[in-house]
């Protein structure tokens, strides 16, 4: 009776295990780097939301690293956006504004991917300095 095996004749199976923990790894090193450049482009817009200073950067800095979870981040950076993007027109209360537009998108992107654990990714905008 001939058995399948998960190893090839001649391979070596901990080499194998090996592999595939560098793999998963890898991968952990390439989500937590993603992550870190959400974190950074969230950081900049509520540094840029507070105003483009040191000293605002400072207070971004107290303000953003004390608040405890992600969530709790984009929320506050969303509620920081929108005190500086235009307001809708009081007649149609829409907006037509393509930052805003953009703007919900990227939110909505950013919560989708969040709530997923990172499954997919987020292209993100180069900030202006």
């Known amino acids: 009776m001939n ?3 998960n190893t090839t004749e001649g391979d070596d199976p901990s080499a194998i295990s090996d592999a595939r923990s560098d ?8 989500s937590i780097t993603a ?7 969230l950081f900049q817009l509520c540094w840029r939301s507070i105003g483009s200073s040191e000293g605002s950067k400072k207070r971004a800095a107290i303000v953003y690293f004390r608040t405890p979870s992600l969530d709790a981040r984009i929320k ?7 005190t500086v993007l235009p307001k809708p027109a009081p007649e149609s209360g829409t907006h037509t504004n393509a930052d805003v537009r953009k703007w ?17 990714h987020i292209t993100l905008p180069t900030l202006a300095a």
């Open 3 to 5: 058995q399948k095996k």
């Open 23 to 30: 793999e998963f790894y890898k991968w952990v090193g390439h």
């Open 35 to 41: 992550w870190a450049d959400v974190e950074t482009w």
């Open 76 to 82: 506050l950076v969303d509620e920081l956006v929108n």
């Open 104 to 120: 919900n998108e990227l939110k909505k992107s950013l919560k989708d991917i969040w709530q997923r654990g990172g499954g997919s």
